[in-house]
DNA sequence: CCTGAATGAGACAATCACGTCTCATTCGGC
DNA sequence: GCCGAATGAGACGTGATTGTCTCATTCAGG
């Protein structure tokens, strides 16, 4: 009977995410509920926004946890970071896109954590002279966005097999589209 | 007196990325016009992302025209084609986020013709050996969108460098992110 | 300088989405 | 089987957006 909160919010990422001026009732019939449920679990399309948010910081933070981006070298944590970001792609996707949370009010500092970590975590590989220096940690960090996103969508448009979103994602960002000779 | 029609478009391009559920006023005043001459130009909100579309189409075209694909070898041809794109980027970033255009109706021919021919560009470097090949050239495609969107945001909100766009995202695409010990 | 086309600002009705409400129904717990 | 909570469907008023219109102003070309 209780409405799955974390399902309704992941369908309202995907549909958002493609289709960013759905109605609320739209978002209510991609999540399977009616339109007078979704708002009793959310007071509005601001709320839903910020919902949508929120989750995202959880779930990114614990994909973060579980990562465990200390440990062993950049590259290796990077791996592990981008299997993790693997059931968060959808909503991060979403908020990658639609920044216009950001803009507005002070930048929430939930992600601003987040972007730190990823980008310590780069920056270490850099120091440690596993990653190249010629490319910023910063635009490391948006690129890793921009592929988890695009992995997402061309997994869910079935252009790429579920089974390989990591290892595409990974091994992109890690090794380039060029045929090395080492390894 | 006669408004720059590329010009609104880019300005709408620009704005709607962002915040997509802009209102016609927004856009109108986003691209320093009056609303009234924005519906005297494109007719509604459709139309608009409409001629969006097709300015999309068009200027990508040019840019793969211009990058000369089947010359040189596939790496050479990608750079050329990532140089080539950055002016084609704002509009290309809101194409590709937005693409509730291509999911309902036919997919439009253009698009796939131009992906088409990106999606040649990497299976020739695969099968001339300069790309790795457990990265399928979909994907490389998909990838390639999304870097270029990810690069045309982060420029456009001072993360990256307007100079350093066309470097930082072939190099990512090419080489990845590892150091390397050739080259 | 003159003329006509194009623009910006605003008014206007119509449409749409929103948020709230009611009510019958369904589901879960006891 | 019963009861209460939650849900879905729909109605309703409200506010915002849309598309069209008018009118004064501005600009470009002759």
Redesign the pocket.
């Known amino acids: 009977?209780?409405?799955d909160r974390s399902h309704v919010l992941t369908a309202a990422a995907a549909l958002l995410a493609r289709r960013p001026t759905s109605?609320?009732?739209e978002i209510a019939r991609a999540a399977?509920?009616?339109?007078?449920?979704l708002?009793?679990?959310f007071?509005?399309?601001?709320a839903l926004i910020r919902a949508l948010e929120e989750l995202g910081i959880e779930q990114l933070t614990r994909a973060l946890d579980a990562a465990r981006l200390d440990e062993d070298d950049a590259p290796a944590a990077l791996r592990r970071l981008v299997a993790e970001t693997e059931q968060v792609a959808g909503v991060l996707a979403f908020l990658f896109t639609e920044n216009q949370l950001f803009e507005g009010a002070e930048i929430n500092e939930g992600w601003a954590r987040l972007d730190a970590r990823i980008h310590a975590l780069f920056r270490r590989g850099q120091e440690e002279g596993d990653f190249r220096i010629d490319l910023g940690a910063a635009w490391l960090t948006e690129a890793l966005y921009g592929l988890v996103g695009a992995g997402a969508w061309a997994v869910h448009d079935g252009r790429v097999a579920r089974n390989d979103f990591t290892h595409s994602i990974a091994e992109l960002l890690l090794g380039g589209a060029r045929r090395s000779m080492e390894k």
Chains 1, 2 share one sequence.
């Open positions: 009977m209780a409405v109605s609320m009732d399977g509920i009616g339109r007078a449920t708002h009793r679990h007071a509005g399309r601001d």
